[in-house]
């Protein structure tokens, strides 16, 4: 087997004119050797230049570790590497595979007879990927499995939790049995030429929690759930970004191509930031094949992107705890409160509506333009993400921001799911036009307590702003340690923040990963409600990326030279290591002494 | 239900089993309706009377025995593997901790050596039709061979069905130190590498009984790592006339065979075995079997050693003070002689027969076994070298003959007579042109224990292929 990584280029069709990620399936070439009990396993590696290495235990102290290691190197220092203190024994790390089943057609005799000719079914496409590399040969082991996503064993054996007759296989709230009931494909192997496609039946409803994608070369493999393959889109739209030409002719020849293909432009809105114009498109049939259209999308002149409309969830979950604005004082906001109130200081909050009218809030909320078409509203979201940052503090009502007196300009670029509802849904669409208005605006501070897939008309505008200086916080997500990661907290340059309880434990709710850099409270805080005089308490890690604008925008008053990246950067550099595999937590009092500005009141005993 | 009424139910189920036509699959060509578990009577487990009074005679009262099946993973919400059947890590709980501390969080039923995780959930279906075929509880369509077997589920191969030989290595230490008195690896490649080697030699060395697959590629199991282990009981496939199934690898490690085509076995939920295996010419679901596709029927080596691993678990729990690797030996020397006749590189020692060996004495036992056959001497004198084992438990002596191949009773001794038992040794080298006239000969190594029982192996050969 020679020394390669496979690439897999492009992992999703939805949108052929951006390609998402390259998946990079691990290492082939891997070595073992097993080291008798007692050996430093670490040594062993430093002295063999040995890295990535994982150990398994082997009976009576004695260890496994294996490493990848290429066929060259491993070949120049076999010798001495075997030869090694503690080494019992030491080879290429086999791929082996199971003895069976035999392929029915060596028996010609029970041979099943040919599936009958029918009409090819619609397909809908999960995976689509062009496998790196020419070699045939190669492409022929790799193949990509729709697997049920497994239920943990403690659902199943759970003490609290009998194994029920007829249990289920699958996640909790997945149908019973999720892959009885599809009918169609769950496996694919590349052709000759490299492509690798599975597709179900068009209309074959999958549950994206209840199925992982596996992409599998041999031992290679890795599984990754459906959710990340297949994001959570608006069905039958679509968006284009249309650069701007002096005369603004390119509208007339798109509006000629929408007519003639039945496409019907929903909306064209300027994205100033970009210097082109966002075009809204409904495609006649919500069902049809989106990335083929998508491809003739992207050939029409003028045309410089086009992508499915994203749609993207509010980090919100309503779970009462104890009450206790333990926020401020963690961050260190209280003590930086002595010495700044955060006047001055703008922090653009694109959510759902703000509720500008609230006690809390008076004369601190600013714009108040809706996006979605669902026109403005004081919701229960935006106000609770506006509160944390900007509530008014002695007023004698509810809690109070971390930045009192900082301002907010509201962007309504998400519509709840009813009027009292938490939840909320966003689009790309309204997002990259709430993004366009901040930058616009030069805002220092941008925050997001928003999460849904990877969005490369989003990734540019959040590239743009942060070399504007803008700093983007936004939510970790929602969806646990094991979650898939979630956008725009996963870009690079946004802060991304976890969320931790009043004793700095990690949320089990939270997001976790390379891309969450630090954590702040978001269990239980105490938020302000529309119309209500009394607060509630939410957790998430919404509330989390809020606390973390507010200490943002305490930090800018007491520097006001400084830029919201400047003030990011010392915020991530200054965080205190986290407890129980929580990220760093924020510190407020560590980030100002950063920035130069600490004031008096850091150095006192916390309150 | 007691363990008795289990094993007249089971007895029961084998004889209606037998008369049970095909509900579904089949195809064109099968005419004839295939017996779900039409292999039980070959090996002796049939509902006759005699094995009925086998059971009830030698196994009493069964003992659980603790099976490692190092695989794809079990589907343990199927409802012919509840929990009865699975063994059950008594020092661990669901709790988020070591508790035993072997370095293992959560390993209540086995482990997942793929994800590292303590789900060892079959994926693939591989596992699945290998463990029910060991000990699906009584009840089912395809009930096990040991209904006191416990699967200890290690996970090792992935949804594709492939695994790395340091998991293995990992899955066989866990299984040696958590119980396991017989593990069964339906599984291996060219390759399998000194770490994976050295960890199945501890299990043997422990006295467990480690049962390996030939494997499917219809070729000498020398160049086949697991297989060719010395110690490990290697099985060969045969099909429903007892022959040596076609794609059945074959060579000097090939201990015993046993049924390996069209085995009906459980079939873990969401999964497409041979379509997941990437077979060329296969309708898909074509091989479920039954309401809900609960069931599944494939072929290959793989599901002969199962068979051979719950007859070892079998006897292991009808004779308590048996060590696995006498179990193994027992299975062996009890297998019931195949054509070709004697021991020989397709099939070993025969075929399996379960009763037989229920009543074996594990104190005796005689071996015969050609490895090989090479030319020796010199261009002027040339030999022919033999090289094999004959040992037995009161060896009484061996003798090397030859017949040609058109004359098979025309014995004529060849080499010297031993006196001293010989293992994967040099067991005569005699004058080649004493083999003149016909190029196809018959060699035959007879091993006679002190009491005159005697066991031949035979090797044919071509003259005109010696190298």
Not at chain 1, 477 to 501: E, M, Q, T
Request: glycine share 12%; aromatic share 4%; charged share 20%.
């Amino acid at each position: 087997m020679n020394a390669r990584c496979l690439t897999l280029l492009g992992a999703l069709a939805l949108a052929p004119a951006v390609l998402a990620d390259p998946l990079t399936l691990g290492p082939s070439e891997l070595r073992v050797v097993e080291l008798a009990a007692g050996t430093d396993v670490e040594a062993f590696a430093a002295r063999n230049g040995i890295e990535g290495f994982e150990v398994q235990p082997l009976g009576g102290g004695a260890v496994a570790v294996r490493f990848p290691m290429e066929e060259g190197v491993w070949r120049a220092h076999r010798e001495a590497l075997c030869s090694d203190h503690g080494v019992a024994g030491c080879s290429s790390d086999a791929c082996l595979r199971d003895l069976g089943p035999e392929t029915p057609a060596a028996d010609a005799a029970r041979a099943e007879p040919p599936a009958p000719v029918t009409e090819p079914a619609p397909e809908a496409a999960i995976f689509d990927a062009q496998l790196s590399g020419t070699d045939a040969t190669a492409h022929a082991a790799v193949r990509v499995l729709l697997l049920p996503h497994r239920a943990s064993l403690e659902s199943v054996f759970g003490a609290a939790n009998p194994a029920p007759s007829g249990a289920v296989a699958g996640a909790a709230g997945c149908p019973a049995v999720p892959g009885e009931a599809l009918r169609g494909p769950r496996m694919a192997s590349a052709s000759p030429d490299g492509h690798l496609r599975l597709a179900t039946p068009n209309g074959t409803h999958l549950e994206p929690g209840c199925w992982d994608v596996l992409v599998v070369d041999r031992c290679v493999s890795q599984r990754r759930p459906l959710s990340e393959q297949r994001p959570d889109i608006e069905p039958g739209h679509a968006l284009l970004l249309v650069e701007a030409r002096p005369g603004g002719k390119t509208a007339v020849g798109l509006e000629q191509f929408a007519a003639s293909h039945g496409i019907t432009i929903l909306e064209s809105t300027p994205i100033k930031a970009l210097d082109a114009t966002l075009v809204r498109v409904a495609l006649t049939d919500p069902a049809g094949d989106l990335p083929a259209a998508l491809g003739l999308l992207m050939q029409q002149p003028g045309v410089s992107a086009a992508q499915p409309e994203f749609r993207y969830q509010t980090s919100t979950h309503n779970d009462p705890f104890a009450w206790m604005n333990y926020g401020a004082q963690q961050t260190g906001a209280d003590r930086l409160q002595l010495a700044t109130s955060g006047a001055g200081v703008t922090v653009a909050v694109i959510d759902t509506g703000v509720d500008a009218g609230h006690a809390e809030l008076v004369g601190r909320v600013g714009g108040g333009s809706d996006l979605t078409g669902y026109g403005t509203s004081g919701d229960r979201h935006g106000t609770a993400v506006a509160g944390l940052i900007a509530a008014a503090a002695d007023n004698g009502i509810g809690a109070y921001g971390m930045a009192p007196e900082a301002k907010v300009v509201s962007i309504k670029a998400c519509e709840p799911e009813s009027p009292t509802s938490l939840g909320a849904r966003c689009w790309s669409s309204t997002l990259a036009r709430a993004l366009d208005a901040a930058i616009a605006l030069k805002l220092p501070v941008i925050n997001m307590s928003l999460g849904g897939p990877r969005d490369p008309l989003l990734e540019r505008l959040i590239a743009l702003a942060a070399s504007h200086g803008q700093l983007i916080v936004a939510a970790a997500g929602n969806a646990g340690p094991d979650g898939p990661p979630s956008y725009p907290a996963a870009y690079p340059g946004v802060l991304a923040v976890g969320a931790i309880d009043s004793h700095a434990r990690p949320w089990p709710n939270s997001s976790r990963g390379e891309s969450v850099a630090v954590s702040a409270a978001g269990v239980g805080v105490p938020v302000p409600v529309p119309g209500e005089t009394y607060p509630a308490q939410l957790s998430g890690t919404s509330m989390a990326a809020a606390h973390v604008s507010g200490v943002a925008a305490l930090l800018l008053a007491l520097k006001p030279g400084a830029s919201g990246t400047e003030v990011g950067l010392a915020l991530r550099a200054s965080a205190r290591p986290g407890a129980g595999g929580a990220p760093a937590l924020i510190d407020g009092c560590a980030a100002a002494a950063r920035l130069g500005v600490a004031p008096t009141s850091c150095a006192e005993a916390p309150k | 239900v007691s363990v008795r009424a289990l094993w007249a139910l089971i007895a029961s189920l084998m004889c209606c089993a037998s008369g049970a036509t095909e509900e579904s699959g089949g195809g064109p060509g099968s005419s004839a309706p295939y017996p779900d578990r039409w292999w039980a009577d070959h090996i002796g487990l049939d509902a006759s009377s005699a094995t009925t009074d086998v059971l009830a005679q030698h196994c009493a009262a069964p003992q659980p025995v603790t099976v490692a099946v190092i695989d794809t993973g079990i589907d343990y919400l199927h409802p012919d593997l509840p929990r009865t059947q699975l063994w059950v890590n008594a020092g661990e709980k669901l709790n988020g901790l070591d508790n035993d501390h072997d370095g293992y969080v959560g390993d209540l039923i086995g482990w997942n050596f793929v994800d590292g995780d303590n789900n060892p959930f079959d994926d693939a279906g591989h596992g699945t039709l290998i463990a029910g075929l060991i000990a699906a509880a009584p009840g089912g369509r395809s009930p096990g061979i040991n209904p006191s077997a416990r699967i200890m589920a290690l996970k090792v191969l992935n949804a594709a069905g492939y695994g790395r030989s340091s998991d293995l290595a990992a899955a066989v230490d866990f299984a040696r130190t958590h119980g396991a008195r017989v593990i069964n690896l339906s599984l291996g490649d060219a390759e399998l590498g000194e770490v994976g080697a050295r960890a199945v030699r501890r299990a043997i060395d422990a006295g467990v009984l480690v049962v390996a697959a030939a494997g499917n590629q219809a070729r000498d199991t020398h160049d086949f790592g697991l297989a060719d282990l010395d110690g490990v009981l290697t099985v060969a496939a045969t099909d429903r006339d007892d022959r040596r199934a076609k794609f059945a690898n074959w060579g000097r490690s090939v201990r015993i065979a046993a049924p390996g085509v069209d085995i009906l076995g459980l079939r873990a939920r969401g999964t497409d075995l041979i379509a997941t295996s990437g077979a060329a010419v296969y309708r898909p679901g074509a091989a479920s079997v039954g309401p809900e596709g609960r069931y599944y029927r494939a072929s290959g080596t793989s599901f002969a050693a199962a068979i051979v691993s719950g007859s070892a678990s079998l006897l292991l729990s009808c004779r308590p003070t048996l060590t696995g690797v006498e179990a193994g030996r027992l299975l062996v020397q009890s297998a019931r002689e195949l054509e070709p006749k004697g021991v020989n590189l397709q099939t070993g020692y025969g075929l399996l027969d379960v009763r037989a060996a229920l009543t074996g004495d594990e104190k005796f036992w005689v071996e015969a076994q050609i490895d090989a056959v090479a030319l020796g001497g010199s261009a002027e004198a040339p030999t022919i070298v033999v090289t094999g084992t004959t040992d037995a438990s009161a060896f009484g002596g061996a003798r090397l003959r030859a017949a040609p191949e058109s004359y098979p009773d025309d014995w004529l001794d060849v080499g010297a007579p031993l006196a001293t038992a010989v293992h994967a040794g040099k067991v005569a080298e005699f004058d080649a042109r004493t083999l003149r006239g016909p190029h196809r000969w018959i060699l035959e190594l007879v091993t006679t224990n002190s009491d005159g029982k005697t066991r031949a192996a035979r090797y044919a050969l071509d003259l005109r292929a010696a190298p």
